[in-house]
């Protein structure tokens, strides 16, 4: 009953965007999950940083950025700037993963990695001491509304008994198809935060959908 909810902002109505962050403010929304996509990456384009500093004049939850673009560290200070309370880059992306973490850390701003369905979590065996957060895809990154990847609930548990084995605070997060089936099974593999776009958004009504997941 402790685990968090982060509502992905691209489910949101980005026509009435103010409108739809003081529904979340008002929610049992823990974080506000605000995904970043820069085409490369991954094969769609959602917004940047001007709007994330929007939504940060309005948010009252603290940002928990995913960032699914190429080259995260030249952005490092921008997201920081933009209210970034969580930094999530993809294991993927980085190169230089240490130099990456350890440079979010010095801006301020907590450091998740994120793998991709494909990308075993024992990659991050030397790496999970620095990290706050390890956000699991449980669908292939770029667009909301796709099918759960079953193979995730494995993943947590095999991260879930990583952190454990080591006495980390190190949450694991799941972005992708969570709805309250999806939720549930995943909270019982042990996962911590649990990120929903289009269940929230397409529920008709979201606050009490938010409520529903915050009680799994
Ligand atoms: C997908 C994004 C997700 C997306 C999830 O690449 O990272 O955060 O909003 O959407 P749903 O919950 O609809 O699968
Ligand atoms: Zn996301």
Sequence with gaps: MNHKISPSLLSADFLNL????EMLNASEADWLHC????????PNISFGFPVLEQVNKVAKKPLDVHLMIVQPDKFIQQVKD?????MTVHYEACTHLHRTVGAIHEAG???GVSLNPHTPVEFLTDI???LDLVLIMSVNPGFGGQKFIPNAINKVARLRKMIDERGLNTLIEVDGGVNLHTGKQLLDAGADVLVAGSFVFSSGHPSKTITELKKL
């Design 109 to 111: 701003m907590k450091a």
């Design 18 to 21: 103010q409108k739809d962050i």
């Design 35 to 42: 995904d970043v996509m820069d085409g490369v990456f991954v």
């Design 128 to 130: 999970l001491d620095d």
């Design 82 to 86: 933009a209210g970034g309370y969580m």
